[in-house]
Antibody
Framework: QVQLVESGGGVVQPGRSLRLSCAAS????????MHWVRRAPGKGLEWVAV????????YYADSVEGRFIISRDNSKNMVYLQMDSLRAEDTAVYYC??????WGQGTLVTVSS | DIQMTQSPSSLSASVGDRVTITCRAS??????LGWYQQRPGKAPKRLIS???TLQSGVPSRFSGRGSGTEFTLTITSLQPEDFATYYC?????????FGGGTKVEI
């Protein structure tokens, strides 16, 4: 069955960096676009970024453009989110998605001094 | 960017009630819309794709309608496990955008 397992969350100071990872299994990874979505405490869902199945295209939310980079390694069935210049408003649970259907359980990122 | 306006933001209902949630898009998104349910502490789950296609394993009391700019999610005969927050998501163009969410409470 499809499994998506996020890791790499934690507490980080404002301005610092963090890299999230998502390990995928149970499907042909190289055939699917992969997304990151987040939910800040007390807020709704916010789409963050997408990477094409072959890694040739990426798109970002305006709120993270220029600070976050999504990437993937199809040989390892992994997708990543490099988050730089983190801000307090980036505090959220970050979810990895296969296309628009399957979601991981999420990893919590807290940006605080 | 396409704005998704979801209403109501919350509602109170009882077991057995019929509930309708609406999402309006700021421009035509055809049928490029999904509906998601999120229970507390859990990952969201897709209920409906392509505006009206029920996902496998989702109870038939859930239904979606609409195209263009106006969409609805209806739950007939609300069950205890349906008390959750519901979101629409447009995937017609990037950046993708969610509606603000509807919290369905007892």
């Amino acid at each position: 069955q499809v499994q998506l397992v996020e890791s790499g969350g934690g507490v980080v100071q404002p301005g610092r960096s963090l890299r999230l990872s998502c390990a995928a299994s149970g499907f042909t990874f190289s055939r699917y676009g992969m997304h990151w979505v987040r939910r800040a405490p007390g807020k709704g869902l916010e789409w963050v970024a997408v990477i094409w199945y072959d890694g040739t295209e990426e798109y970002y939310a305006d709120s993270v453009e220029g600070r976050f980079i999504i990437s993937r390694d199809n040989s390892k069935n992994m997708v990543y989110l490099q988050m730089d210049s983190l801000r307090a408003e980036d505090t959220a649970v970050y979810y990895c998605l296969r296309g628009f259907d399957y979601w991981g359980q999420g990893t919590l990122v807290t940006v605080s001094s | 960017d396409i704005q998704m306006t979801q209403s109501p933001s919350s509602l109170s209902a009882s077991v057995g009630d019929r509930v309708t949630i609406t999402c309006r898009a700021s421009r035509d998104i055809r049928s490029d819309l999904g509906w998601y349910q999120q229970r507390p502490g859990k990952a969201p789950k897709r209920l409906i794709s392509a505006a009206s296609t029920l996902q496998s394993g989702v109870p038939s009391r859930f239904s979606g309608r609409g195209s263009g700019t106006e969409f609805t999610l209806t739950i007939t005969s609300l069950q205890p496990e349906d008390f959750a927050t519901y979101y629409c998501l447009q995937h017609q163009s990037y950046p993708l955008t969610f509606g603000g969410g509807t919290k369905v409470e007892i």
